[in-house]
């Protein structure tokens, strides 16, 4: 596995593992083997298994392709920050996912619009 350049927000992964074509146009350039994922993206994932159009083990299997980064007090420490910046604009697990990307220094890949008022804090790439 490549050295991590992205970090994949939760709608992203979720929208890569149900091949859904019309985000696959949108994301054709983005490498899988340089992109990661927060222990809180697994968790949302997994979380939402047989809710949905895939499985335990499908999702496990499909996630098995990102490497997975943990939580730790220095990206809690980044995530209250971001917290308290954005307040009820922001989800308490959003803030952790951005926190982890910032730590990591890595470009967030996002579907979801609350995090672009960010921008000035880390690099995102906001997908429409």
């Known amino acids: ?34 992109s990661a ?5 697994h968790f949302e994932v997994l979380s939402g298994a047989d809710k949905g159009k895939m499985h335990m083990e499908a999702l496990l299997e499909g996630l098995n392709q990102f490497q997975i980064l943990s939580f730790d007090e220095n990206i809690s420490l980044n995530a209250v920050q971001f917290y308290k910046k954005m307040g009820r604009n922001l989800k308490f697990k959003d803030a952790i996912i951005a926190a982890t990307a910032k730590y990591y220094n890595l470009t967030l890949v996002t579907a979801d619009r609350d995090f672009k008022f960010l ?10």
């Open 119 to 128: 921008k000035d804090k880390l690099k995102i790439h906001l997908i429409n």
């Open 37 to 41: 994922i927060s222990v809180i993206t």
């Open 1 to 34: 596995m490549k050295t991590a350049t992205h970090l994949l927000d939760t709608n992203i992964v979720i929208y890569l593992l149900e091949r859904h074509p019309a985000f696959l146009k949108k994301i054709h350039r983005l490498k899988i083997d340089e």
